[in-house]
């Protein structure tokens, strides 16, 4: 079993930050990528940074300049540190990571249970 349990989320008024974390635990030989994606109310779910294990990182242009994606590879962690949030940040954030949980075998994707993030005032 592979789990990734996600903390962090919460209300927040605009202008305000958070830091989101996702920590992977379980049966893990290597991660490749890793990633926050978002869900909107009414909206597909998109993909909002992702980082590879030799930590290249990429953003949707929308959270450029405001948010920075890292990871702790000793610890299977990601983290999404998100500064000047507006209200369009809203929605339920979800950790992903591209996985192997044996030396063989395909990398397969696995995903967090999601954490909501509110920012209003």
């Known amino acids: 079993q592979v789990q990734l349990v996600e903390s962090g989320g919460g209300l927040v008024q605009p202008g305000g930050s958070l830091r989101l974390s996702c920590a992977a635990s379980?049966?893990?030989?290597?991660?490749?990528?890793m990633g926050w994606y978002r869900q909107a109310p009414g909206k597909e779910r998109e993909l909002v940074a992702a980082i590879t294990s030799g930590a290249i990182t990429n953003y949707a242009d929308s959270v450029k300049g405001r948010f920075t994606i890292s990871r702790d590879n000793a610890k299977n962690t990601v983290y999404l540190q998100m500064n000047s949030l507006k209200p369009e940040d809203t929605g339920v954030y979800y950790c992903?990571?591209?996985?192997?949980?044996?030396?063989?075998?395909?990398?397969?994707?696995?995903w967090g249970q999601g954490t909501q993030v509110t920012v209003s005032s």
């Open positions: 379980g049966r893990i030989f290597s991660i490749n990528t």
């Open positions: 992903n990571a591209n996985l192997k949980r044996y030396s063989i075998g395909a990398y397969s994707q696995y």
